[in-house]
Protein backbone atom coordinates (compact mmCIF):
# COMPACT_ATOMS: atom_id res chain seq x y z
CA UNK A 1 0.00 0.00 0.00
CA UNK A 2 1.42 3.39 -0.69
CA UNK A 3 0.92 6.59 0.92
CA UNK A 4 3.59 8.77 -0.70
CA UNK A 5 1.07 11.62 -0.30
CA UNK A 6 0.11 11.74 3.31
CA UNK A 7 1.91 14.33 5.88
CA UNK A 8 3.77 12.47 8.21
CA UNK A 9 4.08 15.24 10.61
CA UNK A 10 0.70 15.99 10.22
CA UNK A 11 -0.18 12.15 10.72
CA UNK A 12 1.91 12.15 13.94
CA UNK A 13 0.34 14.82 15.52
CA UNK A 14 -2.82 13.41 14.58
CA UNK A 15 -2.26 9.82 16.02
CA UNK A 16 -0.58 11.54 19.26
CA UNK A 17 -4.35 13.88 19.91
CA UNK A 18 -6.08 10.16 19.15
CA UNK A 19 -3.71 8.18 21.37
CA UNK A 20 -4.30 11.03 24.10
CA UNK A 21 -8.32 10.66 23.59
CA UNK A 22 -8.20 6.90 23.77
CA UNK A 23 -6.44 7.06 27.54
CA UNK A 24 -9.22 9.89 27.80
CA UNK A 25 -11.82 7.24 27.40
CA UNK A 26 -9.68 4.39 29.27
CA UNK A 27 -7.27 5.48 31.62
CA UNK A 28 -6.16 1.69 32.29
CA UNK A 29 -3.83 1.79 28.89
CA UNK A 30 -0.06 2.84 28.83
CA UNK A 31 0.06 6.51 27.83
CA UNK A 32 3.66 6.95 28.34
CA UNK A 33 4.59 4.05 26.61
CA UNK A 34 2.48 4.61 23.42
CA UNK A 35 3.59 7.98 23.31
CA UNK A 36 7.21 7.34 22.22
CA UNK A 37 6.38 5.05 19.56
CA UNK A 38 3.81 6.92 17.33
CA UNK A 39 6.26 8.26 14.72
CA UNK A 40 7.82 4.58 14.45
CA UNK A 41 4.02 3.50 13.37
CA UNK A 42 3.27 6.17 11.17
CA UNK A 43 6.72 6.23 9.02
CA UNK A 44 5.87 2.23 8.91
CA UNK A 45 2.43 2.79 7.73
CA UNK A 46 2.24 5.83 6.00
CA UNK A 47 5.90 5.94 4.86
CA UNK A 48 5.65 3.81 2.24
CA UNK A 49 7.89 1.52 4.30
CA UNK A 50 5.31 -1.83 4.92
CA UNK A 51 3.48 -3.99 1.89
CA UNK A 52 0.01 -4.62 3.40
CA UNK A 53 -3.54 -4.89 2.25
CA UNK A 54 -6.08 -3.75 5.46
CA UNK A 55 -8.74 -5.67 3.50
CA UNK A 56 -6.98 -8.91 3.61
CA UNK A 57 -5.03 -8.71 6.98
CA UNK A 58 -3.35 -12.00 6.14
CA UNK A 59 -2.47 -11.75 2.84
CA UNK A 60 0.77 -14.23 1.80
CA UNK A 61 2.54 -11.00 -0.08
CA UNK A 62 2.59 -9.11 3.39
CA UNK A 63 5.51 -7.80 5.29
CA UNK A 64 5.09 -8.68 8.99
CA UNK A 65 5.24 -6.43 11.83
CA UNK A 66 5.59 -7.77 14.88
CA UNK A 67 4.86 -4.84 17.92
CA UNK A 68 6.59 -7.11 20.77
CA UNK A 69 5.93 -3.49 23.05
CA UNK A 70 2.06 -4.38 22.70
CA UNK A 71 1.58 -2.18 25.48
CA UNK A 72 3.28 0.36 23.96
CA UNK A 73 1.30 0.64 20.79
CA UNK A 74 -2.52 2.19 21.69
CA UNK A 75 -1.46 4.47 19.23
CA UNK A 76 -1.38 1.55 16.55
CA UNK A 77 -5.13 1.75 16.91
CA UNK A 78 -5.82 4.62 15.22
CA UNK A 79 -3.46 3.85 12.71
CA UNK A 80 -5.05 0.55 12.07
CA UNK A 81 -8.43 2.58 11.86
CA UNK A 82 -7.36 5.13 9.59
CA UNK A 83 -6.41 3.00 7.36
CA UNK A 84 -9.18 0.59 7.15
CA UNK A 85 -8.57 -2.59 9.23
CA UNK A 86 -11.60 -1.97 11.45
CA UNK A 87 -14.25 1.03 11.50
CA UNK A 88 -12.92 3.92 13.30
CA UNK A 89 -16.19 3.97 16.04
CA UNK A 90 -13.81 0.95 17.24
CA UNK A 91 -11.42 3.35 19.42
CA UNK A 92 -14.90 4.79 21.37
CA UNK A 93 -14.92 1.20 23.13
CA UNK A 94 -11.06 0.63 24.12
CA UNK A 95 -11.49 -1.58 26.99
CA UNK A 96 -15.26 -1.55 27.49
CA UNK A 97 -17.77 -4.13 26.64
CA UNK A 98 -18.30 -4.76 23.09
CA UNK A 99 -14.97 -3.94 21.63
CA UNK A 100 -12.44 -5.68 20.80
CA UNK A 101 -9.39 -3.31 21.32
CA UNK A 102 -8.01 -4.07 24.41
CA UNK A 103 -5.26 -2.38 27.11
CA UNK A 104 -2.81 -5.07 25.34
CA UNK A 105 -3.17 -6.35 22.00
CA UNK A 106 -3.24 -9.23 20.40
CA UNK A 107 -4.43 -10.80 17.28
CA UNK A 108 -8.28 -11.08 17.39
CA UNK A 109 -7.09 -7.46 16.20
CA UNK A 110 -6.82 -7.26 12.38
CA UNK A 111 -3.05 -5.72 11.62
CA UNK A 112 -1.86 -7.54 14.73
CA UNK A 113 0.30 -11.03 14.24
CA UNK A 114 1.02 -11.96 17.56
CA UNK A 115 0.10 -12.19 21.00
CA UNK A 116 2.06 -9.15 22.78
CA UNK A 117 1.93 -9.37 26.67
CA UNK A 118 4.27 -11.23 27.82
CA UNK A 119 7.83 -8.77 27.10
CA UNK A 120 11.41 -10.41 25.16
CA UNK A 121 9.56 -12.81 23.07
CA UNK A 122 8.74 -10.46 19.79
CA UNK A 123 11.94 -10.57 18.48
CA UNK A 124 12.43 -14.55 18.88
CA UNK A 125 9.56 -14.78 16.94
CA UNK A 126 10.64 -12.55 13.85
CA UNK A 127 13.65 -14.17 13.67
CA UNK A 128 11.80 -17.68 13.16
CA UNK A 129 8.93 -16.05 11.00
CA UNK A 130 11.91 -14.25 8.75
CA UNK A 131 13.64 -17.73 8.68
CA UNK A 132 10.34 -19.40 7.73
CA UNK A 133 9.90 -16.51 5.09
CA UNK A 134 13.42 -17.17 3.23
CA UNK A 135 12.67 -20.94 3.65
CA UNK A 136 9.76 -20.78 1.51
CA UNK A 137 11.78 -18.20 -1.50
CA UNK A 138 9.99 -15.08 0.31
CA UNK A 139 11.57 -11.80 -0.46
CA UNK A 140 9.01 -10.75 2.33
CA UNK A 141 10.76 -8.20 4.94
CA UNK A 142 9.91 -8.79 8.61
CA UNK A 143 10.23 -5.41 10.61
CA UNK A 144 9.72 -6.16 15.10
CA UNK A 145 9.29 -2.84 17.38
CA UNK A 146 10.61 -3.91 20.89
CA UNK A 147 11.55 -1.18 23.89
CA UNK A 148 14.69 -0.53 24.96
CA UNK A 149 13.26 -2.20 28.84
CA UNK A 150 12.33 -4.82 27.18
CA UNK A 151 16.18 -5.94 25.85
CA UNK A 152 16.88 -6.59 29.18
CA UNK A 153 15.44 -9.76 28.41
CA UNK A 154 18.02 -12.43 27.66
CA UNK A 155 15.48 -14.17 25.24
CA UNK A 156 16.21 -11.39 23.03
CA UNK A 157 20.15 -11.98 22.96
CA UNK A 158 19.21 -15.91 22.08
CA UNK A 159 17.22 -14.02 18.86
CA UNK A 160 19.96 -11.75 18.27
CA UNK A 161 22.48 -14.34 18.08
CA UNK A 162 20.85 -16.56 16.13
CA UNK A 163 19.56 -14.04 13.41
CA UNK A 164 23.07 -12.96 12.87
CA UNK A 165 24.23 -16.99 12.84
CA UNK A 166 21.65 -17.32 10.18
CA UNK A 167 22.45 -14.08 7.78
CA UNK A 168 18.47 -12.97 8.33
CA UNK A 169 19.11 -9.53 6.37
CA UNK A 170 15.06 -9.68 6.11
CA UNK A 171 14.70 -9.09 9.67
CA UNK A 172 14.82 -5.16 10.66
CA UNK A 173 14.38 -4.41 14.70
CA UNK A 174 13.28 -0.77 15.53
CA UNK A 175 14.37 -0.39 19.08
CA UNK A 176 11.77 2.53 20.87
CA UNK A 177 14.51 3.54 22.66
CA UNK A 178 12.84 6.19 25.25
CA UNK A 179 15.59 5.14 28.34
CA UNK A 180 12.88 4.46 30.66
CA UNK A 181 11.51 0.62 31.64
CA UNK A 182 8.63 0.22 34.30
CA UNK A 183 10.61 1.10 37.11
CA UNK A 184 13.14 3.94 36.44
CA UNK A 185 15.77 4.65 33.61
CA UNK A 186 17.20 1.83 32.17
CA UNK A 187 20.73 3.21 32.64
CA UNK A 188 20.15 2.72 36.29
CA UNK A 189 18.92 -0.84 35.56
CA UNK A 190 21.33 -2.04 32.74
CA UNK A 191 22.45 0.37 30.56
CA UNK A 192 21.65 0.44 27.01
CA UNK A 193 24.07 3.82 26.09
CA UNK A 194 26.51 1.61 24.02
CA UNK A 195 23.41 -0.64 22.55
CA UNK A 196 24.61 0.22 18.51
CA UNK A 197 27.94 -1.18 19.59
CA UNK A 198 26.78 -4.05 21.08
CA UNK A 199 24.50 -5.21 18.18
CA UNK A 200 27.12 -4.69 15.64
CA UNK A 201 29.69 -6.81 17.70
CA UNK A 202 26.53 -9.21 17.32
CA UNK A 203 27.08 -8.80 13.89
CA UNK A 204 23.86 -6.21 13.31
CA UNK A 205 24.15 -3.64 10.81
CA UNK A 206 22.66 -0.64 13.30
CA UNK A 207 21.53 3.05 12.64
CA UNK A 208 20.65 5.47 15.18
CA UNK A 209 18.02 8.20 14.58
CA UNK A 210 15.73 11.05 16.03
CA UNK A 211 12.69 8.90 16.81
CA UNK A 212 10.39 11.85 16.88
CA UNK A 213 11.78 12.94 13.43
CA UNK A 214 9.42 10.94 11.45
CA UNK A 215 11.30 12.05 8.08
CA UNK A 216 14.37 10.88 9.65
CA UNK A 217 13.09 7.18 10.68
CA UNK A 218 10.61 7.21 7.14
CA UNK A 219 14.49 7.55 5.37
CA UNK A 220 16.07 4.95 7.56
CA UNK A 221 14.07 2.37 6.90
CA UNK A 222 14.11 2.75 3.84
CA UNK A 223 17.42 1.90 3.81
CA UNK A 224 17.23 -0.96 5.64
CA UNK A 225 14.56 -2.57 3.73
CA UNK A 226 16.53 -2.31 0.49
CA UNK A 227 19.85 -3.67 2.32
CA UNK A 228 20.41 -6.76 2.08
CA UNK A 229 24.11 -7.76 3.04
CA UNK A 230 23.59 -11.14 4.68
CA UNK A 231 23.31 -9.42 8.42
CA UNK A 232 20.27 -8.48 10.36
CA UNK A 233 19.31 -5.12 10.83
CA UNK A 234 18.34 -2.34 13.46
CA UNK A 235 17.09 0.88 14.21
CA UNK A 236 17.52 2.42 17.33
CA UNK A 237 14.60 5.38 17.62
CA UNK A 238 15.98 7.69 20.47
CA UNK A 239 12.75 8.81 21.51
CA UNK A 240 10.89 11.00 24.90
CA UNK A 241 8.89 8.78 27.09
CA UNK A 242 5.28 10.46 27.64
CA UNK A 243 6.10 12.68 25.00
CA UNK A 244 4.21 16.57 24.86
CA UNK A 245 2.04 15.57 28.55
CA UNK A 246 3.81 17.85 31.32
CA UNK A 247 4.67 15.39 34.48
CA UNK A 248 4.52 12.55 32.47
CA UNK A 249 6.69 13.48 30.03
CA UNK A 250 10.74 11.89 30.89
CA UNK A 251 9.50 11.25 34.12
CA UNK A 252 11.13 8.10 35.43
CA UNK A 253 7.62 6.10 36.69
CA UNK A 254 6.01 7.40 33.73
CA UNK A 255 5.50 3.70 32.77
CA UNK A 256 2.53 3.48 35.52
CA UNK A 257 1.42 6.83 36.31
CA UNK A 258 -1.94 8.03 35.54
CA UNK A 259 -1.96 11.90 34.38
CA UNK A 260 -5.59 13.40 35.65
CA UNK A 261 -8.29 13.43 33.65
CA UNK A 262 -8.34 17.41 33.39
CA UNK A 263 -5.00 17.63 32.30
CA UNK A 264 -5.57 15.39 28.95
CA UNK A 265 -9.22 17.95 28.76
CA UNK A 266 -6.72 20.79 28.68
CA UNK A 267 -4.60 19.26 26.17
CA UNK A 268 -6.79 18.60 23.86
CA UNK A 269 -8.97 21.58 24.21
CA UNK A 270 -5.66 23.37 22.86
CA UNK A 271 -5.59 21.29 19.60
CA UNK A 272 -9.32 22.43 19.07
Not at 222 to 235: D, N, S, Y
Not at 246 to 254: C, D, F, I, K
Request: aromatic content about 6%; proline content about 4%.
Amino acid sequence: MNNSTVNLDEKSHWVWKETLSIYRRAPEVRLASSLSSIEIFVALYYGGILRFDPKRPLWEERDRCIISKGHGSICMYPVLADLGYFPIDELKKVCRSGGFLGGIPDPVIPGYETVNGSLGHGLGVSAGIALGLRCKGSDRSVFVVTGDGELHEGSNWEAIMFASHNALDNLNLIVDNNRISMLGFTDEIVSHRSLAARLTAFGWNCREVDGHNVTAVQEALILMKEERTGKPKALIANTVKGRGVPGLENAPLSHILNPKLELIDELLEREE
